[in-house]
């Protein structure tokens, strides 16, 4: 059993970034290889430097969404926040609602003369799923109406709205950045395809699971939430070439892990599809694509700790997270990144999920 408590950490509130740095690439890069259990402190541009020609990089290309609206009730006129999350058809979607007490089935909230929706139906997950009543091209409305959601740990207002979208995204759709990625500028993007690095994109829609906390103590009782994916068959291909050739395939964030190894078939390959996925990848997982990672410092408790934990080794990832806090890296979506140049080794990990389970179960007795 691993329990919540296992992916805990210190962090003094100030370590948390509040507002982008400049130029995107001028963050900390910690550099980590979990074989060798070392750790390098560099910058994101110096990132080259643990590339070889051949090695793939895999970006997820998704957009946010300008997905908070502010409304009123139209019988109170009390102030709503509606959050969207998931577009289920042309009119319907799954939201948050705050105040979510008094959001019942029935009750119309107002954005404007052009835009007013109806609550239809509760999630499982607290959410509730919405009707749009509109006077016009909903995009073209949502575009003009909605705000580009921030994470509720920034309390900063960020002057350019471009500064939470990676600079290659495309696919609108996510309620939350894919921030790993938001390190990278065009120029540094085009000086690794001059020296031979593959450039490849994938599409996962970030959604409820990025902010939905994990409340249960035994973690595998975590029910992730469903997000949309999809991965070309170009992609699939440049994946399936670099792995024949021996060179890495690395994630740029956790959403590329994640749509990497929800379409992976078996060790080393994979096919290109669309779908819904729920994967929650926590320390006993086999990676069966990804060989490397870049990724940025996650909240404690998340899923995201969990699935770098897997790929590095839990104890070497809180190691360094704790020297991440003593050397001041920045943290969260605006903060520093780390690179992990490999998986930590199977041997290793199966014997530290054994000691875990079996210290858990002394204390059990």
Same mark, same amino acid.
């Given at each position: 059993?691993?329990?919540?408590? #296992?992916?805990?950490? !210190?962090?003094?509130?100030? +370590?948390?970034?509040?507002? =982008?740095?400049? @130029?995107?690439?001028?963050?900390? /890069?910690?550099?980590?290889?979990?074989?060798?259990?070392?750790?390098?402190?560099?910058?994101?541009?110096?990132?080259?430097?643990?590339?070889v020609?051949?090695?793939?990089?895999?970006?997820?290309?998704?957009?946010?969404?300008?997905?908070?609206?502010?409304?009123?009730?139209?019988?109170?006129?009390?102030?709503?926040?509606?959050?969207?999350?998931?577009?289920?058809?042309?009119?319907?979607?799954?939201?948050?609602?705050?105040?979510?007490?008094?959001?019942?089935?029935?009750?119309?909230?107002?954005?404007?003369?052009?835009?007013?929706?109806?609550?239809t139906?509760?999630?499982?997950?607290?959410?509730?799923?919405?009707?749009?009543?509109? #006077?016009?091209?909903? !995009?073209?409305?949502?575009? +003009?109406?909605?705000?580009? =959601?921030?994470? @509720?740990?920034?309390?900063?207002? /960020?002057?350019?709205?471009?500064?939470?979208?990676?600079?290659?995204?495309?696919?609108?759709?996510?309620?939350?950045?894919?921030?790993?990625?938001?390190?990278?500028?065009?120029?540094?993007?085009?000086?690794?395809?001059?020296?031979?690095?593959?450039?490849?994109?994938?599409?996962?829609?970030?959604?409820?699971?990025?902010?939905?906390?994990?409340?249960?103590?035994?973690?595998?009782?975590?029910?992730?939430?469903?997000?949309?994916?999809?991965?070309?068959?170009?992609?699939?291909k440049?994946?399936?070439?670099?792995?024949?050739?021996g060179?890495?395939?690395?994630?740029?964030?956790?959403?590329?892990?994640?749509?990497?190894?929800?379409?992976?078939l078996?060790?080393?390959?994979?096919e290109? +599809?669309?779908?819904?996925?729920?994967?929650?990848?926590?320390?006993?997982?086999?990676?069966?694509?990804?060989?490397?990672?870049?990724?940025?410092?996650?909240?404690?408790?998340?899923?995201?700790?969990?699935?770098?934990?897997?790929?590095?080794?839990?104890?070497?990832?809180?190691?360094a997270?704790?020297?991440?806090?003593?050397?001041?890296?920045?943290?969260?979506?605006?903060?520093?990144?780390?690179?992990?140049?490999?998986?930590?080794?199977?041997?290793?990990?199966?014997r530290?999920?054994?000691e875990?389970?079996?210290?858990?179960?002394?204390?059990?007795?």
């Open positions: 059993m691993l329990l919540l408590s #296992d992916f805990d950490y !210190e962090l003094p509130e100030e +370590r948390i970034a509040q507002v =982008p740095i400049e @130029p995107r690439n001028a963050s900390r /890069l910690m550099v980590l290889d979990p074989v060798k259990k070392t750790i390098l402190h560099r910058h994101f541009y110096d990132l080259k430097e643990f590339l020609p051949g090695d793939t990089l895999i970006f997820n290309d998704t957009r946010v969404m300008p997905a908070r609206l502010i409304g009123h009730r139209e019988n109170t006129g009390g102030k709503v926040e509606v959050f969207l999350l998931r577009r289920l058809d042309a009119t319907h979607w799954e939201t948050l609602v705050k105040p979510g007490k008094k959001a019942r089935p029935g009750n119309c909230i107002v954005f404007s003369e052009e835009l007013r929706c109806t609550i139906d509760h999630t499982d997950f607290g959410g509730r799923i919405v009707a749009f009543q509109f #006077d016009g091209v909903f !995009e073209e409305i949502l575009d +003009r109406l909605g705000e580009t =959601p921030l994470p @509720p740990y920034i309390h900063e207002k /960020l002057e350019d709205k471009e500064r939470y979208q990676t600079v290659y995204n495309r696919e609108e759709g996510s309620a939350a950045a894919p921030t790993a990625g938001l390190h990278f500028t065009k120029e540094q993007m085009q000086e690794l395809r001059e020296m031979g690095v593959n450039l490849g994109f994938v599409t996962l829609h970030v959604g409820l699971g990025t902010f939905r906390p994990v409340n249960v103590e035994n973690i595998k009782q975590h029910e992730m939430h469903k997000e949309f994916y999809r991965i070309s068959e170009e992609t699939a440049l994946v399936m070439d670099t792995k024949r050739a060179h890495r395939v690395i994630a740029v964030g956790t959403t590329s892990i994640r749509t990497l190894e929800s379409a992976a078996a060790p080393g390959k994979i290109g +599809r669309s779908g819904w996925t729920e994967i929650f990848i926590y320390p006993g997982y086999d990676f069966k694509i990804v060989d490397a990672l870049i990724t940025n410092f996650h909240l404690p408790k998340s899923t995201l700790i969990m699935l770098i934990s897997a790929f590095g080794g839990r104890k070497f990832i809180l190691d997270y704790r020297t991440a806090v003593k050397e001041n890296y920045r943290f969260f979506s605006f903060g520093d990144a780390m690179f992990l140049s490999g998986h930590q080794p199977q041997e290793e990990r199966d530290e999920i054994a875990l389970e079996a210290s858990h179960q002394t204390e059990e007795s």
